[in-house]
């Protein structure tokens, strides 16, 4: 996990290896849009497309096991199988992708380019970005720094400590599932159920570890850890506010809070309600911290692989 956390933060992804072989995230959701595709008619009953949909998040969990320690029994033992699993595992973290992302939001932010800042936004949210303004934009872009810490950093690493190779890949099939079938819309709410609901599961852990892990990195500790127990069980997600006060905390900014999903304004609560509006400067104090807590993170990993050693 450290070796590949490295890597990853050293190049990422590059560009000719997506152009060449894409991604193998890329091929995951192309599994599942199979999937979907073919057991999720909408002219099915709600019990019949919940069960469609449990039986094939099983059926592919258990097929990414399966194929996970097969290639475990291939890979030579010692330091060779150290640098193969490494590189397996390497393009399953998203920490370079993540942190570039961004920048590429708060760049055009930072000069006032809301056209740019809209484009580079929607590629990392849900949300219709078309009407955003700058502290939407800002406040968006820090939104998902904050939860994709956990789902892209935290939680695979977490899971390949514990299960190795096959945890990541099955931690990754299990998130990527949730982002592309678990809304609560009229076409994924009954088949995406168990997606929404596993995911919840798996990322219950690593939620909370970046939480308290971004209040330890951060310059008033005490203070962030209190609104994060005080704010965090208010966002309507179980996992994703607590990272998302923990980062608003420390930057000292308010996330979360109204918006609009598919036309419909929420009456979602504020995090760090007592914060400014982000802005364009504010995504780039939120790399910062981004980048503490990579080396936190990576701090540990070789903290605990020499405690294996000894």
Not at 18 to 37: D, K, T, Y
Not at 145 to 172: C, H, M, Q, R
Not at 253 to 279: A, F, H, M, Q
């Amino acid at each position: 996990m450290l070796i590949a956390l490295c890597i990853d933060r050293l190049i990422g992804w590059p560009d000719f290896l997506f152009r060449r072989f894409s991604h193998p995230v890329v091929g995951i959701g192309h599994l599942i849009s199979l999937f979907e595709r073919n057991l999720n008619k909408t002219r099915w009953s709600t019990s019949l497309r919940r069960t469609t949909g449990f039986l094939t998040l099983l059926f592919l969990m258990v097929g990414f096991a399966i194929l996970g320690f097969f290639i475990l029994l291939i890979i030579p033992e010692g330091p060779i199988g150290v640098l193969v699993t490494s590189f397996l595992v390497w393009p399953l973290i998203a920490a370079k992708s993540l942190a570039d992302h961004v920048a590429a939001v708060a760049e055009p932010l930072m000069a006032n380019d809301l056209p740019e800042a809209r484009q580079a936004v929607s590629m990392i949210v849900g949300r219709n970005s078309n009407q955003l303004g700058s502290n939407d934009i800002a406040r968006a872009a820090l939104e998902s720094l904050a939860e994709n810490t956990s789902d892209g950093v935290t939680a695979p690493l977490f899971w390949g400590v514990l299960l190795g190779f096959p945890g990541v890949l099955i931690y990754k099939f299990v998130n990527t599932a949730d982002s592309m079938i678990g809304y609560k819309n009229e076409r994924y709410r009954d088949f995406g159920w168990a997606s929404a609901r596993i995911d919840d599961l798996v990322n219950y852990i690593p939620a909370r570890l970046t939480s308290f892990m971004y209040a330890i990195i951060s310059r008033n500790t005490l203070r962030v850890f209190r609104i994060t127990f005080r704010d965090a069980s208010q966002h309507r997600s179980p996992n994703a506010g607590w990272p998302e006060t923990s980062v608003a905390a420390s930057i000292g900014v308010k996330l979360s809070g109204p918006r609009i999903y598919e036309g419909v304004k929420t009456t979602d609560p504020w995090l760090n309600k007592d914060g400014r509006d982000p802005t364009g400067s504010d995504l780039f104090s939120g790399l910062k911290l981004f980048d503490r807590f990579l080396w936190a993170i990576t701090f540990l990993l070789l903290l605990c692989s020499i405690i294996s050693f000894l």
